[in-house]
Nanobody, 122 residues
Framework: QVQLVESGGGLVQAGGSLRLSCAASGTIFSINAMGWYRQAPGKQRELVALVTSGGSTNYADSVKGRFTISRDNAKNTVYLQMNSLKHEDTAVYFC????????????????WGQGTQVTVSS
């Protein structure tokens, strides 16, 4: 099994900050990209930020300049620092990872965390 566990969500006022963490564990040989997605009520899931194994990052336009994604490869952990939070950032945030379980395995990108709620009051 591969397990991703998010933490760090909560309630924050507009303009505040939160730091999300996601730790991967289980049968892991290596991890390629890791990312954060979010889904607000009544809306489709969207990519928030992505970081490759080499450290390259991509962000949704709506969060550029406010959010920072980073990772600790030794800990199989990805972080999302969220600053200047807005009410429209309110959503369930999901961690995602592309994982090889063993040498010779293909990377599989269908590993997801359970989600952590982020609520930003206006």
């Amino acid at each position: 099994q591969v397990q991703l566990v998010e933490s760090g969500g909560g309630l924050v006022q507009a303009g505040g900050s939160l730091r999300l963490s996601c730790a991967a564990s289980g049968t892991i040989f290596s991890i390629n990209a890791m990312g954060w997605y979010r889904q607000a009520p009544g809306k489709q899931r969207e990519l928030v930020a992505l970081v490759t194994s080499g450290g390259s990052t991509n962000y949704a336009d709506s969060v550029k300049g406010r959010f920072t994604i980073s990772r600790d490869n030794a800990k199989n952990t990805v972080y999302l620092q969220m600053n200047s939070l807005k009410h429209e950032d309110t959503a369930v945030y999901f961690c995602n990872a592309a994982v090889r379980r063993y040498s010779g395995d293909r990377y599989r990108g269908d590993y997801w965390g359970q989600g952590t709620q982020v609520t930003v009051s206006s």
